[in-house]
Nanobody
Framework: QVQLVESGGGLAQPGGSLRLSCVASGFTFNNYAMSWARQAPGKGLEWVSGIYADGSHSDYASSVKGRFTISRDNAKNTLYLQMNSLKPEDTALYFC?????????????????WGQGTSVTVSS
C-alpha cells in the first residue's frame, strides 16, 4: 500500500533553513504529482507546494513563495522541500502527499493516504 515517510524537521531559528524529505513506497512514484502541506497548532491544513510527476512544473502557496523550493528525485522515490528564510509562522507539522494525477498538485486532488508528518518549529 502507499506509504509516505517524512523526515528532516526540527528546531530552527528565524532566518534559518531546514530540508524536509519524504520517501515514498507502494506506488509508481514517477507517475504522480506530489505535494507538501502543513498544519500549524490549532489551525487547519494548508497546502504549501506541489510538483508534477516529471518535475517539470511546481507551484507554491503565496506564504512560502521565494523561500521554499520543492524538488523530487524519481530514481530515489523521494520528495524534498528546501525551506529557507524560515519564519515563526512556518511552525507546523509538515506532511507530504500523493496526488491522484500526474499534473495536479492542489489539496482537492490529493489522495487520502498521508504520512505521519515531520514537525518544524521556528523560534529563537
Amino acid at each position: 500500500q502507499v506509504q509516505l515517510v517524512e523526515s528532516g524537521g526540527g528546531l530552527a531559528q528565524p532566518g534559518g533553513s531546514l530540508r524536509l524529505s519524504c520517501v515514498a513506497s507502494g506506488f509508481t512514484f514517477n507517475n504522480y504529482a506530489m505535494s507538501w502541506a502543513r498544519q500549524a497548532p490549532g489551525k487547519g491544513l494548508e497546502w504549501v507546494s506541489g510538483i508534477y510527476a516529471d518535475g517539470s512544473h511546481s507551484d507554491y502557496a503565496s506564504s512560502v513563495k521565494g523561500r521554499f523550493t520543492i524538488s523530487r528525485d524519481n530514481a530515489k522515490n523521494t520528495l524534498y522541500l528546501q525551506m529557507n528564510s524560515l519564519k515563526p509562522e512556518d511552525t507546523a507539522l509538515y506532511f507530504c502527499a500523493k496526488s491522484k494525477y500526474r499534473d495536479y498538485v492542489y489539496l482537492d486532488g490529493l489522495d487520502d493516504t498521508w504520512g505521519q508528518g515531520t514537525s518544524v518549529t521556528v523560534s529563537s
